[in-house]
């Protein structure tokens, strides 16, 4: 999951809001593994066209049913609401399997 938010946004806010998301994909008991990892601005990127992630998060799941459960992950519909009025953001997700 690529997470792109519009403006900057303060350390303790990304922070919460990686934490939210954690918290709700956890919750469908189908995430193995998490990580979320913050993009590291390089001089000159902001002239290309492109998608840049503010944070790029991944969730391990055993199969096709985990990755499904993600999708109606508790409480997740609230937490996208609550911070989309905060703090707008686009997301770009891509599924794929480990290994091949």
Sequence with gaps: MLVSFDDPISDVD??????DIETS???TGAVRSFSAHR?????????IPAFVATAVLHFGVDDRDG???????????????TWKTRH?????????????
């Design 88 to 100: 707008p953001y686009r997301v770009a997700w891509a599924n794929y399997e480990a290994g091949k």
């Design 14 to 19: 990304l922070d919460q809001f990686l934490g």
């Design 67 to 81: 990755l499904a459960a993600l999708f109606a992950a508790p409480g997740a519909v609230d937490i996208i609401h």
């Design 39 to 47: 993009h590291l601005p390089v001089a000159g990127e902001d002239a």
């Design 25 to 27: 994909m956890r919750a």
